[in-house]
């Protein structure tokens, strides 16, 4: 198993990118092909203790900047290192690619790279979020910011493959987010959306509202890249907040210092949970291919998870697994 | 000053309305006029210690229920609690209406019976909501599904007139919720809607992420409906979950149940200030009157502060207030 990683990628790169890859093949089983200016990663290596033969550098000579245009940089830069390490997954020289880089310009490059999976117009981001019962799906997180009801119903049948066979979840719980249980509820996008997805051959259990996906109210919860980016930030900047506000009003409370001491450990504890460097990357659902997108601001241990996560997806071949569903599903569909 | 409360409307009507009145008129100096069935709220007043002369009986024959639809309600339902209150105030007889009830056809009673403001084309939910600084207003919070990029324009002056008018904020700074805070990030209807809003004469301040909302990074966050309502429940949602994940942190770790009588009155703090029963209601803007939706399931408590912050807008009538703005902006928009 061999993992690329576009070690140029991030906004700590290539520090956090090498040490969160030396991190990796510390800890587990697989490779890492780091993809870079071979100077600098060569220099980023030097004195550093790993597994002899776990890292090799595979070189690009390029980087994608923040402010370059994703189209442009599909044109212009074609030996970046973000192209180069997804076009080791499409030669078969490596199993699944990372990058921290600028996410528009990793998924617009993958999909030019790997293509995408038959029956599928729009690829979707699938990030795992926590809740009261464990986690839940949720996509589009940010790849498409807007959609068509037919794309909705695509992303409901990719995020059921997807935590059925990563997750191992039990014919998952398809919802779809919006305003109101009933079907009657929502806008004009998800109420088309809803009759389509409700045709599909999958355990789907209607509208879910805002409140309740945090409850463990469905395993894959549905929606639009926009409203999927949002609230993913807000559930981020949220979360914060409220640690934030609750450690001044233990500090207000009586028993003050003591108090806040009690609760430091609960609140490691939570961050665990919510914390999105645990998984480090969400992978891009409906490309020929695995590709995952980190946060521009991961830690080493962020890239570290998100290889680990990466060598989960390709362990468990899940593009393939996407596609066959989708295979069925559509037939079953057209059949039915 | 007298407020207008459709005594039928809510999950617990009339008991929770009734009650609500009650402490409204012991704890505050305005009147009620409980509009509904006169013989069941008589029964409900019977035996009830309160201010006499502060509560009185307007009586309406029928009530509204939860799965009427709002175009069907106001053609056939014309003598219902609701539309009563809110006749009251159009001919003058209260200053302000409050309603627990159904909260499409409140709207659309009150935009019905009190028309829209000048300049105005679909009126908005401003909700108040919590954050690191104090608090922000959110707008629209559920009122308009599907806008476009004029109805987030109007939002953006209404929001700034309310926050200044009523809670005094100077300047107010106005944010456009998206997905990034340079222009060009969004989808079409925010970057449609960011070229009008930035003409304006308001603290326009860009673009504003969902992870700065809860930060104090906007006075003012503009949104459409469905994105609003979802961020909202989002919101309310993992506020629970959070403090349901923390009690269960604190009670897992060694100093177990210390730490969670210690934690106790820190989450009551912390809800006091997330709890929407502070403020009761939030009112619509845009409509040619003051009328507040509180949630169904208002507790006498909610409804309680939700006479009170209707007396609020009163006093400083928040739609005059608003008007006023509207029409200068416009001007100067127009003039500019």
Known sequence: MRIALDAMGGDHAPEVTVAGAIEAVSEYDFDVVLVGDRDILADSLRDKKYPSGRISVYHASEVVAMDDQASVAIRKKKDSSVRKAIELVKEGSADAAVSAGHSGVTMATALFVLGKLPNVDRPAIATKMPSLEGFFILLDAGANVDCKPENL??????????????????????????????DTKGNELTKEAFKLIKTLDINFTGNIEGKDIFYGGADVVVCDGFIGN???KVAEGLAESIIKMLKREVARAATGRIGYLMLKPAIKGFRKQTDYTEHGGAPLLGINGICLISHGRSTSKAIKNALRTASEMAQCRVHEAVARSLDLKNKSHKNG
């Open 230 to 232: 949002i609230v993913l």
């Open 153 to 182: 119903k695509q992303f409901s049948l990719m995020g059921s493959a997807y935590a059925e066979t990563v997750y191992g979840v039990n014919n998952p719980r398809v919802g779809l987010l919006s305003i109101g249980e009933e």
